[in-house]
C-alpha cells in the first residue's frame, strides 16, 4: 500500500539521492563524481529551504521507503495581468522509481503540491517539464509555453 506524507528535514538524504537520481537520468550523467557534487548541494538547499518553507515536498511510500517525490519552490515575483499577486511556485523534483511509474503516484503527487500552493494563495504554478513527464502535466491541464528561456551566468 502506498501512502503520501509531506518530506520533513529527516527526508533530506533520502530527497537528495531521488534528485540526484532524478537529475542523471534527465542529463544522461554517470559520474558518481557528479552525483556526489550536486547531491552536497542539494542537501545544503534543502537543509534551509525545507525549514524557512521556501520550499515543500511530498513523497509516496511503500513500506517506509521513499518511491517518489515532488517538489514545489515559492517566490514572490512583481505582479502581471495573469498573476496580480506576484505568488508563483515553482514544480520540481518530481520523480518516481522506474518500478513504480505509470501507476498514477506522480499524479497524486502533483494533486497533493497544487493543493499546498492553492493553500498558500499562489495563483500561477510553473515548471520545466521533461519528455518522460510532459504526458502527466498535460493532463493535469498545464499549458505548454514555447517561451521558456534560460541564461546562465559564468
Known amino acids: 500500500m502506498i501512502k503520501y506524507r509531506k ?11 531521488l ?4 537529475l542523471m537520468e ?26 524557512d518553507d521556501r520550499f515543500v515536498a511530498w513523497i509516496a511510500l511503500e513500506s517506509d521507503n521513499i518511491i517518489a517525490t515532488s517538489g514545489l519552490s515559492f517566490s514572490t515575483v512583481p505582479p502581471s495581468f495573469k498573476c496580480l499577486n506576484g505568488k508563483v511556485a515553482y514544480v520540481m523534483n518530481m520523480f518516481t522509481l522506474s518500478d513504480y511509474r505509470n501507476q498514477g503516484i506522480g499524479t497524486e503527487l502533483l494533486k497533493l503540491i497544487v493543493d499546498e500552493a492553492k493553500n498558500r494563495g499562489y495563483t500561477r504554478i510553473t515548471l520545466h517539464a521533461t519528455d518522460m513527464g510532459k504526458t502527466l502535466y ?16 559564468s
Not at 518530506?7 to 539521492?17: G, M, Q
Not at 534528485?19 to 532524478?22: K, V
Open 7 to 17: 518530506a520533513t528535514i529527516n527526508d533530506i538524504n533520502e530527497l537528495a539521492r
Open 19 to 22: 534528485r540526484s537520481d532524478f
Open 26 to 51: 534527465a542529463n544522461d550523467v554517470s559520474s558518481e563524481t557528479e552525483r556526489s557534487k550536486v547531491e552536497t548541494a542539494i542537501k545544503q538547499y534543502l537543509k534551509t529551504a525545507l525549514s
Open 138 to 153: 498535460e493532463k493535469y491541464g498545464f499549458i505548454d509555453s514555447n517561451g521558456y528561456m534560460i541564461f546562465n551566468v
